[in-house]
């Protein structure tokens, strides 16, 4: 379709424009208040594991700044913020004993957002779990974690299911799962552990469809779903083997979980494939009825969206999924990767990358728009987009980010005329609204509207400055996106 000269229209008056964070990259105060530890906080004490060893002990310590932090997205104009809960505060031993301190500190954080007409959009797990459950049984690798999961979003729903209407159950399954037990880059640092991936997977579809049940069952009468890092795909040519590469790397990188969520089901040709590898999961009885029962319950489909990726047929002896990624920030340190006999992803010679090597594709974003739409039917809510670079704080304080603000200009534009060829989006959430802890990255890879004050090293004054796209995406939100 051409939509060329279509001028983008104005986004829905009610739209959700909003920012995004995780517990663990922002809060700090990581044993405070009667907060158990996590595997997180367990896993960044491993030598060589994140960069230059840096730890969310402090972050940008969100725990003492939070009302700072919500009053700076209240001057923004910011319609949702989206942030995690951990785990580890509400139940340090990740059952058992409610910690009410830790209780207290998200009814406040979601008091502080209503306080300004921000609507409070909460994820139930954004992978810090609590190490407890990790040393009693596995934590994800054993169907123990459902009952405890469920346990903990219940105790969610009942304290805060009056004020928050937007529930994200599981924050990017597929990255957590595959960096976890695929690449050993997350917790638990397993490599190449392809059986228990897809059970872990399984146990985790368990969890997230067993809490949205629970939400309807307690009376939920808002949205719940899912966020899903969706990295679409285009196939490299014409050449038919290609196009079977991309379809088969959609099977197994894309419809496997959002299949799942959308429609309780695994995709065909993909469990095919599992089964003869002896990957496939094991599957209790009434599991996939229950799933099937979750997946009518979801509202909408939650995206992150950071890249789109190529697909080519990479051969037998072709390149592995595991190679060097790039946490450095020196351009083209990243390496090729693939599914040996299945496909591979080139670079996109269209394309630029970012210094991290992250694909630039503003218009992957509106590709995933369509492919929702058109294969669930489900409205969407982007739960993250944003673009991480080296930012400098220049005199006066002033931070002059304009490649981010073209970033976000790109791919807003997309998502307007996403709308316009009829996808149903609701929000869209940028990654991020301060700076924060990158998970393998450190401090220097920053995603803020608002520049925090601190590098690898603890010691920062962790003062907050406003950047200049601060000031550009308030306009957008003043002027319901029509002037981008
Ligand atoms: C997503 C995660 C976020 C965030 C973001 C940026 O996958 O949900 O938590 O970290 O990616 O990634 P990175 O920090 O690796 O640049």
Same mark, same amino acid.
């Given at each position: 379709?051409?939509?060329?000269?279509?001028?983008?229209?104005?986004?829905?008056?009610?739209? +959700?424009?909003?920012?995004?964070?995780?517990?663990?990259? !922002?809060?700090?105060?990581?044993?405070?208040?009667?907060?158990?530890?996590?595997?997180?906080?367990?896993?960044?004490?491993?030598?060589?594991?994140?960069?230059?060893?840096?730890?969310?002990?402090?972050?940008?310590?969100?725990?003492?700044?939070?009302?700072?932090?919500?009053?700076?997205?209240?001057?923004?104009?910011?319609?949702?913020?989206?942030?995690?809960?951990?785990?580890?505060? !509400?139940?340090?031993?990740?059952?058992?004993?409610?910690?009410?301190?830790?209780?207290?500190? *998200?009814?406040?954080?979601?008091?502080?957002?209503?306080?300004?007409?921000?609507?409070?959009?909460?994820?139930?797990?954004?992978?810090?779990?609590?190490?407890?459950?990790?040393?009693?049984?596995?934590?994800?690798?054993?169907?123990?974690?459902?009952?405890?999961?469920?346990? *903990?979003?219940?105790? +969610?729903?009942?304290?805060?299911?009056?004020?928050?209407? *937007?529930?994200?159950?599981?924050?990017?399954?597929? &990255?957590?799962?595959?960096?976890?037990?695929?690449?050993?880059?997350?917790?638990?640092?397993?490599?190449?552990?392809?059986?228990?991936?897809?059970?872990?997977?399984?146990?985790?579809? $368990?969890?997230?469809?067993?809490?949205?049940?629970?939400?309807?069952?307690?009376?939920?009468?808002?949205?719940?779903?899912?966020?899903?890092?969706? %990295?679409?795909?285009?196939?490299?040519?014409?050449?038919? &083997?290609?196009?079977?590469?991309?379809?088969? /790397?959609?099977?197994?990188?894309?419809?496997?979980?959002?299949?799942?969520?959308?429609?309780?089901?695994?995709?065909?040709?993909? $469990?095919?494939?599992?089964?003869?590898?002896?990957?496939?999961?094991? !599957?209790?009885?009434?599991?996939?009825?229950?799933?099937?029962?979750?997946?009518?319950? &979801?509202?909408?489909?939650?995206?992150?969206? /950071?890249?789109?990726?190529?697909?080519?047929?990479?051969?037998?002896?072709?390149?592995?999924?595991?190679?060097?990624?790039?946490?450095?920030?020196?351009?083209?340190?990243?390496?090729?990767?693939?599914?040996?006999? !299945?496909?591979?992803?080139?670079?996109?010679?269209?394309?630029?990358?970012?210094?991290?090597?992250?694909?630039?594709?503003?218009?992957?974003?509106?590709?995933?728009?369509?492919?929702?739409?058109?294969?669930?039917?489900?409205?969407?809510?982007?739960?993250?987009?944003?673009?991480?670079?080296?930012?400098?704080?220049?005199?006066?304080?002033?931070?002059?980010?304009?490649?981010?603000?073209?970033?976000?200009?790109?791919?807003?534009?997309?998502?307007?005329?996403?709308?316009?060829?009829?996808?149903?989006?609701?929000?869209?959430? %940028?990654?991020?609204?301060?700076?924060?802890?990158?998970?393998?990255?450190?401090?220097?890879?920053?995603?803020?509207?608002?520049?925090?004050?601190?590098?690898?090293?603890?010691?920062? %004054?962790?003062?907050?400055?406003?950047?200049?796209?601060?000031?550009?995406?308030?306009?957008?939100?003043? %002027?319901?996106?029509?002037?981008?």
């Amino acid at each position: 379709m051409d939509m060329e000269e279509m001028k983008v229209t104005r986004f829905p008056k009610d739209f +959700l424009w909003g920012s995004a964070s995780a517990a663990y990259q !922002i809060e700090g105060g990581w044993k405070e208040d009667g907060k158990g530890v996590t595997n997180w906080d367990t896993f960044v004490r491993i030598p060589g594991k994140t960069y230059k060893a840096t730890t969310g002990d402090v972050a940008v310590d969100h725990y003492h700044h939070y009302k700072e932090d919500i009053a700076l997205m209240a001057e923004m104009g910011l319609k949702t913020y989206r942030f995690s809960v951990s785990w580890a505060r !509400i139940y340090p031993e990740g059952r058992g004993t409610v910690n009410e301190k830790g209780l207290a500190f *998200y009814q406040d954080i979601i008091d502080e957002c209503l306080k300004y007409g921000i609507e409070p959009m909460v994820t139930i797990f954004h992978w810090d779990l609590p190490q407890a459950l990790v040393d009693l049984y596995g934590g994800w690798e054993s169907p123990n974690i459902i009952e405890d999961y469920v346990r *903990y979003a219940r105790t +969610l729903f009942e304290h805060y299911g009056d004020k928050v209407k *937007y529930w994200i159950t599981l924050n990017e399954q597929n &990255i957590f799962t595959s960096l976890g037990w695929l690449t050993a880059q997350h917790p638990p640092g397993k490599f190449d552990a392809q059986k228990t991936f897809y059970q872990v997977n399984h146990h985790a579809f $368990m969890a997230h469809a067993k809490a949205v049940l629970a939400y309807r069952e307690m009376g939920g009468k808002g949205e719940i779903g899912a966020s899903f890092a969706y %990295t679409p795909s285009y196939a490299i040519d014409c050449k038919p &083997i290609n196009a079977m590469a991309k379809r088969d /790397y959609d099977e197994l990188k894309n419809f496997w979980w959002m299949d799942v969520y959308a429609y309780g089901r695994y995709p065909k040709a993909a $469990m095919a494939y599992l089964k003869k590898k002896g990957y496939a999961p094991e !599957i209790a009885d009434g599991d996939m009825d229950i799933l099937k029962k979750a997946a009518s319950e &979801i509202t909408f489909m939650g995206v992150n969206y /950071y890249q789109s990726c190529v697909c080519e047929y990479n051969p037998m002896d072709g390149v592995t999924p595991y190679g060097t990624m790039n946490t450095t920030g020196v351009k083209g340190s990243a390496q090729e990767l693939g599914m040996q006999g !299945i496909y591979k992803n080139p670079a996109n010679p269209y394309l630029m990358t970012t210094d991290w090597d992250w694909t630039i594709d503003p218009m992957g974003l509106r590709f995933c728009c369509r492919e929702i739409t058109s294969r669930y039917g489900l409205p969407i809510v982007i739960s993250e987009n944003g673009l991480g670079a080296f930012d400098k704080k220049t005199e006066g304080n002033q931070i002059h980010d304009e490649y981010r603000i073209h970033y976000l200009k790109e791919h807003l534009k997309e998502l307007g005329k996403a709308i316009e060829e009829g996808c149903e989006i609701w929000a869209y959430c %940028t990654w991020s609204f301060t700076d924060l802890l990158s998970w393998l990255n450190g401090y220097q890879k920053r995603y803020g509207f608002v520049y925090v004050d601190r590098d690898e090293e603890d010691g920062g %004054t962790l003062n907050r400055y406003k950047k200049d796209s601060f000031y550009w995406y308030q306009d957008v939100i003043k %002027t319901d996106g029509e002037n981008l």
